[in-house]
């Protein structure tokens, strides 16, 4: 911080001196020499304070931020992907066959646990590699 | 220095090399005004990364309507108050200000007083135990230069009271350095 100039402090003593007055605080002699002290050190940095860099931390939060929201991102328009193709499916399958739909249900119907099952494993193996990248990419750094 | 108006616009585009510029020319406003109010190291590094991360989100929102450093204060004040507030719980963050009269009758005997090595180190140990508000004006307008108005500006707190605040804060120090300094 800038060193206060006279004058500077002056006025700082002057406003001080008539709040003081004020608020009916009797002035002592040794008063403005308090007061000079006190601006003065008021003004310097405290040491504790100086020594925090924070421009690469945050800049590096930020960008794991954007990775994190790019991937949510990407997750979502896959789920949308798949939603889409499963109703498109359904309804051109309906649209060329509805027989060949009821069957197509009926294997659904019939092998479901099966379906939930695979359906399951490939969520949990996406999960996996996802965990284990960053694993490895963290030890390596 | 570049030009304040063109850095916000290369971080509103997605330039981070801009924003650590910016972080690094505002890094001691935010740290100052969050060391001095948190008071708890373990809690400042990220508070004051929260702060310039909310920066960041919301550059695009600002207006040039005041000093980019008085709004970056305001966000750091907020940030600072809301942290005090969750930590203290039910407890007002003016009740301490209610309780400020105790602050002259100091627990400290003599001898530790008189181990004060330099007047500096025992007044920045006395601002600390200060209440929010009043810490809060102290580093404003002596550490952080801003004036009366824009510390209304930056803590919502109307001009006379940051000077009835900022007035007692420094007679209280007056007073404790005069206590100091007639053990010494």
Redesign the interface.
Known sequence: MKELSEEELKQLLEEQFEQDKNQGALCKDDDAALYRLLFTVLAVEPSTLQNIDLAESVVEQIKTDELKKESIRYNLLVVLVIIAGILSAYFAINYISPVALNSALNFIETYRWILVFIILCFGIIQIADKKLVKKSLAISH | MQNEEEIISRIVSGD?IA??IL??QY??L???MI?RLVQNEED??DL??EV??KV?RHLGSFKFQSKLSTWIAQIAYGTAINHLKKVSGKRSLTDDIADFENYHKTTEDPESILSKKN??AF??QQIEKLPVHYRTV?TLY??N?FSYQEIEGITGMPEGTV??YL?RA??L??EK??HC?QYQ
């Open positions: 981070l924003f650590k972080v690094k890094e001691k935010v740290t100052f060391c400042t590094k004051c990364q310039f991360i960041y007047t500096s007044i920045h102290l002596h550490l230069e000077k009835n007035f420094r007679k120090l007056k350095l005069e300094i």
